[in-house]
Structures are given as structure tokens and as C-alpha cells.
């Protein structure tokens, strides 16, 4: 049974930081992401990354981001500078299912097979 759980999420001003945690267990499969969803929107895949370390970023916050992984995937990280009031939703953190064979992991909605329960993120202008 896959169990992701996040934490760290919260309030902050425009131009801000923040870092969400995300511990993993079980078997699933070698990537990795976080999701996101404003209110009335649909999910919107934020970053994404392969047990070898290999990232993709949304183009909305490239720059801004960096998500990371450790202890083989047992820890995922996602660190938020200069937050916008646009990055406002609640973050879900997710997971494969098989072995993406690509070069680099998606952050399309359903590659990902295994979903956390979230936490919100609020950026106030």
C-alpha cells in the first residue's frame, strides 16, 4: 500500500518562501511530482522527478521552485521562492504507479496513480 503524506504548507505574503514535504512509503514507481489546484480549476501538475534526479518544471514557476528527492525517494521536497498570489491552491503530492520509461517524468495528471490528501498553500498580495 503507497501512503504519501504532505506537510508544510501555510500563509504567506507575495514574494515569499515556503518548502512542502511529502514522506512516501510502499512501492510505486520512479517518479514523482507535486500537483497543485486552485479553487474552481482543474489539477495543474507543478514539477516533477525521476529517481535518477532528472526534474521538469511547469513553466509558471520554473525559477521559482525546486523540488528534490531523498533517501531514495522516501522524502520529496518542493522549496517555493518568490511566491505569487497566482500560486494560491491546495498541493498535492503524487506518484507513478510503473516505471516511466522516459527521460524525464510528465506532470501530467494521469501518469500519476498514487495521490496524497494535500496541503493548502495561501500567498496574499
Known amino acids: 500500500q503507497v501512503q504519501l503524506a504532505e506537510s508544510g504548507g501555510g500563509s504567506v505574503q507575495a514574494g515569499g518562501s515556503l518548502t512542502l514535504s511529502c514522506a512516501a512509503a510502499?512501492?510505486?514507481?520512479?517518479?514523482m511530482a507535486w500537483f497543485r489546484q486552485a479553487p474552481g480549476k482543474e489539477h495543474e501538475g507543478v514539477a516533477a522527478?525521476?529517481?535518477?534526479?532528472?526534474?521538469t518544471y511547469a513553466p509558471s514557476v520554473e525559477g521559482r521552485f525546486t523540488i528534490s528527492q531523498d533517501n531514495a525517494m522516501a522524502t520529496l521536497s518542493l522549496a517555493m521562492d518568490n511566491l505569487k498570489p497566482e500560486d494560491t491552491g491546495m498541493y498535492y503530492c503524487?506518484?507513478?504507479?510503473?516505471?516511466?520509461?522516459?527521460?524525464?517524468?510528465?506532470?501530467?495528471?494521469?501518469?500519476?496513480?498514487?495521490w496524497g490528501k494535500g496541503t493548502q498553500v495561501t500567498v496574499s498580495s
Open positions: 522527478i525521476r529517481s535518477n534526479g532528472r526534474t
Open positions: 503524487v506518484a507513478t504507479r510503473i516505471i516511466y520509461v522516459g527521460s524525464v517524468c510528465p506532470i501530467t495528471t494521469y501518469t500519476y496513480a498514487y
Open positions: 510502499g512501492n510505486f514507481g520512479n517518479c
